[in-house]
């Protein structure tokens, strides 16, 4: 399970996005990159 890709990597299947992206660990960095990512497939699901 430790060579899976981290969960924000990981293939999604679905254009349906809805609820909140919660923050409670890690930095600034963190919440950069997962905002990111959510943004980015948004984008290519519209």
Same mark, same amino acid.
């Given at each position: 399970? &430790? &060579?899976e890709?981290?969960?924000? =990597? =990981?293939? /999604? @299947? %679905?254009? +349906? /996005?809805? $609820?909140?992206? =919660?923050?409670? @660990? %890690? %930095?600034?960095? =963190?919440?950069?990159? +997962?905002? $990111? ?5 948004? /984008? $290519? @699901?519209?």
């Open positions: 399970m &430790d &060579d890709p981290i969960t924000e =990597r =990981r293939p /999604v @299947t %679905g254009p +349906l /996005v809805f $609820g909140y992206l =919660r923050h409670t @660990t %890690g %930095g600034a960095n =963190r919440l950069t990159a +997962l905002t $990111g990512c959510l943004a980015e497939y948004c /984008v $290519g @699901t519209s």
